[in-house]
């Protein structure tokens, strides 16, 4: 990788330019613009060339590393291959060149898009209904909650301001609850990580308005327990949320619809392959069982009763609008896109081959790492550091040390239930031959730290960036480039 | 691996408390700084908050987690160790000699629910 770490503004030089602008025909009349809200100086653009302009960005790509470059196996994020396909069939003019703002009878391919979408996530979720207005995971638990709140608040069940999250799960559950305005109550996990329902059950009363689970929860293993789990909180009147992060294993196998879940969200970028990491945006359409449907929030593609879609208005339960327009449209283009490609028959395939290599990886290298939890997992696993811990080599060290052998790192340190987790996710779209290439460097670190820890500790040796300060990082961030200041 | 500090008492959540009269100094211990990492932030309460045992009082950031202080013992808030606004490392480089909140005591039997170093060390030690 070659080292480039030039700014724009650095390569600016007076009067250079890339392109002609018309003359500028502006008068200087500034109208009623206060005097104090007006600028004193000329903004500090870069001025550069077309050619500097391409290969400033072009060196720059290069110091990226995505799934194109190689193996990410970052745990919870299901960096899967991205198809080439996909892309193909968002840029087309049709799909790339519509204004949101375009009258729906100029749009019907589009909306369509909306339709088929829904309809295939809702045969692989068995959630009834769909609504795309999240761009995110995140965006898709508070659109969620929102629902499930308003659900309550609509039926004057005005008590539930609770929602049960267990210690492991991702910390944008309770994050999500808080900023709903509902109470977080922690249910604590057994050493595997799975909900104890006996620790569960004295949780549950009429002030309970749902709980949150990821099922496979962080550590990879199924919540066999669902079926169960879901009667007690349907029995206080509770609703359950499925958090669609770790769908990837359950895809074409399991839906979260008969495990007992009333709402979810999908990350449409992890699940169903669009770029994410820097090459985003997400997108996290919520999906809800046909008694919430009028909660979803508006506006949402319906039949206009003639053949055709419509853009629906906000209903009178709905829990209203979350982003602009209908969320991120091409990142749906290209979920659906991916769908079509594999096709019922094939999409069953994409779970139980993400599964046999999350346990291929893990069974090779549970001599080397210790693994907390040793039984079947599912899309992913997580270690607790090194077999042989007496050198004190650290997660960091080895998810360091990785880079220097060509892979992205792990997840590091999340779930919280070990102090050294390394979280693993190969996805399906790897082959053998890099699945061996990863459990070999994985291997040969192992054998690094028992032999020269010292050269462990220092890694990475052959990046552009060593290791940052991140204290320094976190506490005094320079964030701003601070330009020469031009008074002319 | 951990360091103690004899005549201090201890938490299951890894704070621990320094008993002068009736104040205590309350900070946390060599085990969590060590289990945290590089720690970047410290929010902490106001002078007159009132502590509740079991409650949390503020939450400690590092690099690699965010973590809820736990009031080992309830009491009001005299003063808050202003230095850790511009310098949270305190709390890595020397975890005992750096308070975090300096309370009254509001109820000192509270104390004997707490843990003593032999006692603490044992208990972390379980944890491994």
Redesign the interface.
Known sequence: MKYYDKLIFELSKEGRRGCSLPPDGWTGDLGDIPQNLRRQNRPALPQVSEPDAVRHYTCLSGMNFGVDNGFYPLGSCTMKYNPRINEEVASLPGFASVHPLQPDSTVQGCLQVYHELARALSSITGMEEFSFGPCAGAHGELTGLMIMRKYHISRNDLRRTKVIVPDSAHGTNPASAAVCGLQVVQVKSRPDGTIDVNDLKPLLDDTVAGIMMTNPNTLGLFETEIREIAELVHACGGLLYYDGANMNPLLGKVRPGDMGFDIMHLNLHKTFSTPHGGGGPGSGPVGVRAFLAGYLPCPRVLPDGKGGFRIGRDGELSAGRVSGFMGNFSVMVKALAYIWTLGKKNIRMAGPLSVLNANYVKESLKDSYRLPVDRLCKHEFVFDGLADASSGITALDVAKRLLDYGFHAPTI?FP?LF?QSIMIEPTETESKETLDGFIEAMRQIAREAAADPEMLRSAPHNTPVRRPD??LA??RPVLRYVPEVRTE | MSQTVEGLYYSQTHEWVKVEGNEALIGITDYAQH?L?????VDMPEEDDELTAGGDFGAVES???ASDLIAPVSGTVLSVNGDLEDS??LLNSDPFGTWIVRVKLSDSSELELLMTASEYTAFCDSLK
Do not use: D, F, Q, R
Request: zero cysteines; proline letters at 6%.
């Open positions: 340190y919280l102090h991140e204290t976190a506490t | 289990a990492g590089s720690i970047v932030y690099v690699k987690a949270p490392a």
